[in-house]
């Protein structure tokens, strides 16, 4: 669909004539770095702490009020979003959150807040930290508009229909490219979770070490890209008023199997740690045929204790 | 429908647990309405203190006339609730647990001979404890869900995630990560990670999670460069009663955490 080139110097530029048009969301370094509307700064030192999921699959979702007797449906609303500046592991990410929200379930909350955005990738020439492990995790094409950073000027690849609409709109910026993106520019070389069947490998030790330096503090399921669990919890504001809410939820917390009596079926924080690397890498695939991680690092970079669980892995023969 | 019978009292604390109760603000009417209030000391003057549904009970053991109180309630209630750190954990005042080991009650009440001193204790180290709504102070919110929820014949259900679980929904970044000492993942959460939204660390006042990892939060704040002695205090400050194992981790010499 064709290529072009935004020299270095215009991105800013660029970036704040989008944002006339409707919220920018770029990686910004605060404490973190997140995802926030564009306001002349951007970082690309390391890939965001904070993941796009929570702009979609939000944290706290209002489904209904209750006021006295009365219950009161919660509309979900909607706005036009741009994203720039998201990775590929995101990109993916995101493309499994909606074959889950948007495929196997229709989500209306989920459906509100993803229609309407554009997406503008931005493609790493080198893994932005240690923790990335996305060669081999079968990162996809899910975006408007692809930049590949050089010296001094993007490569900016279209590569679906909005994306074209996009570049015709701001065409002043860009350069038509005599030049197609090949699989050099494409590839980038990060370390590599070795796959098999892992159920296999389920009881072996050298886990151990990983579920003993283990909290169980939910910072890598919430700092996930692709974790999608959540709970339902009635909320008081007055005793008459109140809302019922959808919040994220952690496998790795007892309250996830909680049942009534009290039981809870992943009691002992092994089957729980395990659960979390397990679903992303094993049972996933089984029932969708394909793996949920896309090797993004986070939930290694975000984790107190920094659990390579992936160098756990690798080492089991 | 017959109403609760309900009793609020306080034993040794500051009673700011109770002015939780008191500060519901527009629902506090509507919430004494549900319930039938027989004692509540703190504002009331007539108080009938014989048969009870529900007590609340705020305050730690440190007098042999809270014992005896104590033990009283207990008897004549069907459920005891610890409302608040001091009923929950000793919060501070339990922190000479881990202090002065000889008593000094007679320098300190020198002029007040009628101060009968005990270690200061939390509440289930005398009774048995129903239901706990921690937190010093504990949340409005919190004791208006507990109060609904009884009203209405349901089991209250204790929240028990790592207060890391609910400062990831509000979008904070780790203070871990900028060496800030903070106890939250191995605390009970509840709190709307009230603390670390306005800046500073989870000093850990609701108490441990059931499965809290001490040794290995032990190893992170010595790694982030803190000495035995401050770790220590931290983890005792507001819960030490509820760790055991913090005794055998801090005071061995040769831990090598
Ligand atoms: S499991 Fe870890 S590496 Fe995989 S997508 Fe989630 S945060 Fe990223
Ligand atoms: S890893 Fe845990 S929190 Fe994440 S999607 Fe799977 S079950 Fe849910
Ligand atoms: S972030 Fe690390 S310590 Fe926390 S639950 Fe996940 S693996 Fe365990
Ligand atoms: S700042 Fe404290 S409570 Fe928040 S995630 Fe970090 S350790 Fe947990």
């Known amino acids: 669909m064709g290529v072009y080139t935004l020299p270095r110097s215009q991105l800013h530029l660029f970036l704040a004539v989008l944002s006339k048009r409707s919220p920018v969301y770029v990686p910004v370094k605060r404490d973190a770095i997140r995802f926030e509307p564009y306001n002349g700064t951007i970082d690309f030192s390391d890939n965001a702490y904070f993941p796009i999921k929570e702009h979609f699959f939000r944290k706290r979702e209002t489904i209904l009020r209750f006021d006295g007797q009365k219950l009161i449906t919660v509309r979900p609303t909607s706005s036009k979003k741009i994203f720039f500046g998201v990775r590929r592991c995101d990109l993916t990410a995101l493309k499994h959150q909606d074959s889950i929200f948007q495929k196997q379930y229709k989500d209306p909350w989920y459906k509100a807040q993803r229609a309407n955005t554009i997406l503008i990738g931005y493609h790493c020439a080198t893994p932005p930290n240690k923790y990335c492990f996305c060669d081999g995790m079968g990162l996809e094409e899910y975006q408007d508009l692809m930049f590949y950073e050089q010296k001094t000027q993007f490569l900016v690849e279209v590569t679906s229909v909005k994306g074209a609409a996009l570049i015709k709109k701001y065409r002043r910026f860009f350069k038509k490219a005599n030049k197609r993106i090949t699989d050099a520019d494409k590839h980038i070389k990060t370390r590599k979770l070795r796959k098999r069947d892992f ?20 910072a890598c399921t919430a700092m996930c890209p692709t974790c999608y669990c959540y709970e339902l919890h009635d909320e008081l504001d ?16 007892k309250a996830f199997t909680r049942i009534a009596g009290n039981h809870v079926f992943r009691e002992q924080r092994e089957h729980r740690f395990k659960h979390r690397i397990y679903h992303q890498i094993q049972y996933f695939r089984e029932q969708h045929g394909f793996d949920l991680c896309t090797g993004c690092g986070r939930c290694i970079a975000a984790c107190p204790t920094r659990i390579d669980w992936v160098s756990i892995a690798n080492k089991i023969t | 429908m017959t109403k609760l019978k309900v009793g609020f009292y306080g034993i040794t604390g500051c009673a700011g647990c109770q002015l939780s109760v008191i500060f519901q603000e527009d629902d506090l009417l509507d919430l004494l309405e549900l319930v039938e209030i027989r004692a509540w000391p703190f504002i009331k003057d007539v108080n009938d203190d014989e048969t009870f549904d529900y007590v609340f009970m705020e305050g730690l053991v440190a007098t042999n006339e809270d014992k005896e109180r104590l033990l009283k309630i207990r008897k004549n209630t069907k459920i005891l609730i610890a409302l608040g750190a001091c009923a929950h954990t000793g919060c ?30 939390p509440i289930d180290s005398f009774v048995q404890v129903d239901y706990v709504i921690p937190g010093c102070p504990p949340s409005k919110q919190e004791i208006r869900t507990f109060l609904k929820t009884v009203v209405l014949g349901n089991i209250p259900k204790s929240y028990d995630n790592p207060v890391c679980t609910e400062c990831k929904l509000h979008n904070n970044g780790c203070l871990l990560e900028v060496k800030k000492p903070c106890l939250g993942p191995i605390t009970r959460g509840g709190c709307n990670a009230i603390c670390i939204n306005g800046g500073l660390e989870c000093w850990g006042c609701r108490g441990p999670t059931d499965d809290a990892n001490l040794p290995v939060m032990v190893t992170i704040l010595r790694k982030q460069g803190h000495g035995l002695k401050f770790i220590k205090d931290r983890l005792v400050t507001f819960a030490g009663t509820k760790m055991p194992a913090v005794r055998k981790l801090v005071y061995d010499k040769n831990n090598k955490a």
């Open chain 2, 92 to 121: 501070v005042p339990a922190y000479r647990h881990f202090t002065l080991q000889k008593n000094y009650a007679h320098l300190l009440y020198e002029k007040n001979k009628n101060i009968s001193d005990v270690q200061p204790s």
């Open chain 1, 238 to 253: 007055t005793l008459k008023h109140g809302t019922r809410c959808r919040i994220w939820s952690s496998c790795q917390v």
């Open chain 1, 199 to 218: 159920n296999a490998i389920y009881d072996h030790h050298a886990w151990t070490a990983g579920v003993n330096k283990c909290l169980s503090c939910t």
